[in-house]
Each structure stands twice: as C-alpha cells, then as structure tokens.
DNA sequence: GCTCAATAATTTCCTTCGTCAAGTATTGAT
DNA sequence: ATCAATACTTGACGAAGGAAATTATTGAGC
C-alpha cells in the first residue's frame, strides 16, 4: 500500500482539463483521449479524488457488447473552487464568481468614474469583496482571478503593456491586484480571454484550431492554432479588423483602406447611415430601428458592414483553417441584421474546403467577457 | 564507466535540430537555448559525435571575461548523410541531392510527358538514380527521400489526397516511391516544405511564427506558428490566393471577388494585360517587357497586383503577425515590377505593429522548391 | 611558474514520470 | 457456475533528465 506521492503532476494536470472540457470519463476514455496508459490515469486521477476536484460517478448505460465491469466516469465536483473573473473597461467593472466548471454562480458591475490604474484597483478591490461576501459564501473557496483587458498584455508577467481604451501604458497590473485583493491573479487580453472560454467550454471544445470573432466598435478576433492560442510575434495577432476587403473602400482611422472595421464597426455603421439617411443625430439604436423598419438606404449599410464581416471570416478560415468559428460582440445585438450577409460574404470568398468550416453566430451576454476572465484563471489553476 | 544506451532520444534530436539549424554552439550554448541542463546535452552530443553526425569544433576567440575553459563548439558532419529530394510538377521532375546541412550537391530534372502516377513513379526512380550514382558517390550515403507536391496531401501516410495540377486523387505516393527507389520517403505539400526549408535553413531561422508567400501561377502562403506548420482543418490553409481584396473587383475562377489571385496570379497579369493594352496574344514575358519598357496602361497591372499582393501579406501579418515574412515564387521574376507596390500595399493595410514585421522579397531559384523536399527528409530523419 | 577564479564538460547518483504485465473487480451470456 | 469481456489497480521497471560534485582548461595576478 502506498501513501506518499506518486510523482504525476502532469498527468494530473492532463486528466483534470480534459475532464473539464469534455465532460465526464471513465479512466480507459480518458486513457485513450489523453494518449496515457490506463495506469497512469489511475493513478493521476487518485490524488484528483483525494483532494476534492473530481468524483466517481454511478456507472451510466452500456454502450459497447454488453459484457465486462461496467466504466465509473469521473466527473469535476464543480463546488470545489471558484474564481474571480473581471472584465475591465474604460468605465466599468463587470465581474463573475464561476464554479470550477466554469459556471457564472455570481456576478455584479461597478462603474468606473476615473479608468487610471489607482481607481481601478480601488474599485477591483471593492468589486470582489461585493461578489465573495455576498451570498453563496465563496470567500473560503476563491483563492484566485482573472482579469480581461483590452489592449497589448503580457500574461506571464501581467503587465498590461498598452492599452489604448484606458490609456494605461506599462501597468503591472497582476502585482497591484495580488495585493489589494490576496488571490493569485491571471491577467490577460480580453479577445484572448473570452477566445480561451470558447475554447475550453463553449463551442470550440475539441478543437485543434479554433477563431473567434468579436464585433463591436473594434472587430477582433482570437485564434487558436495547433490547440495553443496565437500571441503575435509583434504583439499583433487577429486584427481582422483591419483587413483591407475594398482597396476604393473608406480611409479607416489606422490609416488603411476599406478595413473590415471602417465599414462594420460601429462607428463606421452610425457613419455610414448618418450619410446615407441625410439624419446627422442617428445613433447606433436608431440606425438598427431604421433597418429593421425596411429602411433600406440603411439596410444596405447593414448589408455591406455584413458582407464586409464575412470577407474577413473567410480570410481567416482561408489562411489558418480553422475548424470552427465563433461570431459574437455586442455589435451583434443586431444580428438579424448581418447574419444573412455574413455568411454570404463568408461563402463567396472562402475558398474550397474552407466552406465547410461551421460559422456560429451568436450575440453573447456581456458578461460572457468576465466568464473569459474567470476561465483564464481557471486554466492558470488547472496547469498549477 | 558506462557504455549501454543512457536513453537520451529526444534530446539527440533537439540537440540535433539546434546545431543544424543555429550553426555550431557549444554544449553550454545549447543547453542554455534548449531549456537542458548541460548534463543532458554531454550525454545527448555523445552518440552524435559517436555515430559521426556531430563534430568537435577547435576552441574559437573567447567572448566573456576571458577565463574559464573554452568551449568547444559542436558543429554538424554535413558530409555524413545525403538526402534527395524531388519537386514533382505536371510537367517536369525537379531532383536534389542535398547534404545534412541542407546545402545542394547536385541537380538534375527530368521532363514529363505523361504526369499519371505511373510515369511519374518510373520517371522518379530514373531521376534518383541519376542524381545517386552520378558523380559524387551519394549511393552509399543516402537513405531518404524527400518529395514535394501541390495540392492536399497527408505527410503521416503519404497519400496525395488530390492534386489539381497533377490530376491526382489519392495516390500512395510514399509506398509507391519506397518500392521504387528502396529510400526512405517522406512526402508533403509543396508549399509547407518550401515553408520548412526557409524555417529550418533560410530566413525563417529562429523564428517562432513565420510566413512564406509564393507568388505565380497561384499565389500561396506557408505560415508557422508557435513553432509548428499549419495544416487547417479542412485541408485548406494558406490560401492567402482567395482572400477578398476588392469586393467590386474581377471575379475568381473560385467564385469569389476581387481575391488576390484574380489581380495577381500570373493568368490574371496577362488577361489585365492584354485588355488594357488591346492585344489578345500578348504573354506574360511580353508584358513585363512592355511593363518595363515604360507602358503606363501594363505598368498598373502591375502596380494593381503587387498591391493586393500587399494587401494580401497585410491580412497575414494583422491575423498571425509572424516575426517575418519572405515572399517568393516564380511570379517574383519580375520583381522589380512589384517590390514597391507589394511593400505599398503591405505597409497601409498592416495594423499598428504588424508594420514592424520584416518582409524579404526575393526570387528563389525553381531547384529551391526540390530543396524543400530535401528538408522535409532531413527533418524526418532527425526527428526519428 | 604557481595559484586562483572562472567557465566548460563530465560523472554519478537520484527524481520524475510513465509503461508493462500481471493481477483484481464486475458485469452479461451460456 | 463458468467464462469471456471490459474496467481498474498494483508493483516492478525503464526512459529521461536534473543536481551537485568532479575534472578540465583557460587567463590573471603574483
């Protein structure tokens, strides 16, 4: 009989993700899915048990021939431990408390009269107390957080290195927070954050190469290559925003020509209808209004915005193949408005197989961006 | 005093990879750049050096403080083991003999009348037997065999799936070619092995993503990110060719709009070309002559292509943003038609630091795309 | 020349981490 | 009851690499 350790951290590690992200497993699925002989599942999956994260569950239906000892799959105990996650804006907090697997249990805003770096903190440290005291008494159980921003972010040091929306420049951000809120902190990119979410629990699950395309004011995008998420040699990556798709398009604040975002993003959409409609007070609400009406001087802005969206989808499937990709932003409030047009442009100008990559589109909850946070440091937690 | 196996096998392989890669390093040198310790390259360098692969450098200039012992640098045996590779085209075999360090020995091609599998696989064996038992003796130091072709293939089997240009659906090749020339063989698309080769032994070296645009007849783009090829999920990737650079532009024989490849694949040059000078028999040559010679309507075809060339390498570097990019391809033999406006076009449409990322744009002699082939060998042989 | 500090390379254990093969456990079918 | 099938467990072993002491080789200072 033994006792003491038995040396698996990694397989430890290996076994906890894959449950996490795919559900509950026997020891042999698990064995198979991970390349690990069945022994090394046991025993990495001992300790997991021991300590709480994972259980046994009652052996469900057969499946296969019929005979033999029946599979115990083994599930995460999602009440083991929760994490923070708090998406930073330039005037608000939005935070989550999820559960190991992932599931907002809590969440609360805060808004942000002042976006430097010591009111921020200020209000983090608040924001967190609120959703750990509240009720559900997660205090005891929280020891870490994440933090999504936008922006240039190094996550190995948590140095937010430049982020233009909150006009931070060299903040070392994971240092001020570990020490204003006591948890271990994650901070990373919020694209990358909330690409990481949908990778692990969304509908990139499985996935060796993934995208996710965000649509708002800034069109972005994540990637996923090769099961490892893509950072950028220059601290650039996903910037499908700025795709040229019309070399005669409009001039885009980078500089560029026909960008992706100086036609689809929100600003460019208000522009456009403003122009088109010959009514220089339209918000972005009222444009949707307009279309939706059967508008169709601004409908056609939709339409091309949407086209526009789907042009850079297709580049991104054409280059990097991926094999899923996830539209979402809060640009999409208005998807009934794109959809159709996306997926055209996107079909048009994906090439041969690139076809067949499944397009989800799909406006998600605001707070989804606070869920990225929290999964980020879930990961961190699981690799630890 | 040990002689047995001291089970050092994926060390001798990164220990290997390093020096070919990064020229000769000391064994300090390579632990340090291989996250070793440099007990583990001593035991590692042991047997390459046994089995000739390795070489111990004299003690070159001291660069630190000056004292200490020197180190004595480990440099490949270049000469120790040859590789042939072969580019394989709907019309001609392209063959290599290259060395361990990836230089060309020798060269030679072969027309081909008849591109069925058949031919190809009898043509194949006479080329390599050519290439071997010419001058230089490489018969009784070859083992592998390295061969490149357009189109879907699946370097773990070595079946060709489909080649468009060859006509080609689901050919063994990798069985076919070993039964022939009783080499080893490793087969991979064209475009991913001269991606390798300029990763492995040209600009790409070092480099943690990368990418190789290959302009012509098509226009094409290997990419490495994180260290790894990508392949794409579909099948597809790298079809820098079909990204939408002008919705209202020509329309593709793929049946999008305005892609690259219906600006600036060769095809697309001449039918430009010939309309806007109005002479329908005009070749290619032709028009780069009158191009040159200083016809303004020809010389915008030119400036048109090389800028949604730009563009196109623009989408590259804002989506993965690799620390460099080479551009090349038989296309690129009019060069001096395009450099300015490819780097234009790049320069406007790269996104804020994605401009920073270093483009070479250069012609590669045609015998380099068989050098590839040659790599993707050399690499499966210091992998196994 | 001798000694010492500095750096490189080697050697000898030792830890980590996983597999292998032989068990035990639990089922359905005969 | 027996058997085949499947899941899980166990203990011995092997592969891979690290830590630290040891040896090797140099330049600098005396």
Redesign the interface.
Known sequence: MFTEADNVAPAMTAVLTAVLTEGPLSRVGLARRLGLSSAAVTKAARPLIEQGYLQELAATERSGPGAGRPASPLAIRADREFFVGVKITADELIGVVCDLGAQVRASAHRPLPYPDPEHVLTDLGHLVDDLLDGPGDYRARTRRLGLAVSGDVDRATGLVRYSPFLHWHDVPLLDLAEKITGLTVTVENDVKALTTAEHWFGEGVG???FALVTVGTGIG?G?V??G?I????????????????????PVCH??????VEAIAGTHAIVGRARERSGRPDLSFDDAVALARGGDQRVGAVFAEAG??IG?GI??????????RIVVSGEGLAAYDLFETHIRAGFE???????T??PLSIRPLPFEEWARGAATVSIQAFVAS
Chains 1, 2 share one sequence.
């Open positions: 996935a060796e190469s995008c990637l290559v090769n490892r893509v950072s950028g040699s220059h601290g650039v990556a996903g910037e499908i925003g700025h795709i040229g798709v019309d070399v005669s398009g980078c500089g560029g020509r026909g960008c086209n526009a042009c297709a580049a991104v499937a054409n280059l990097v193949g991926p094999s048009r100008q994906a090439f041969g197989a690139a067949d990559c």
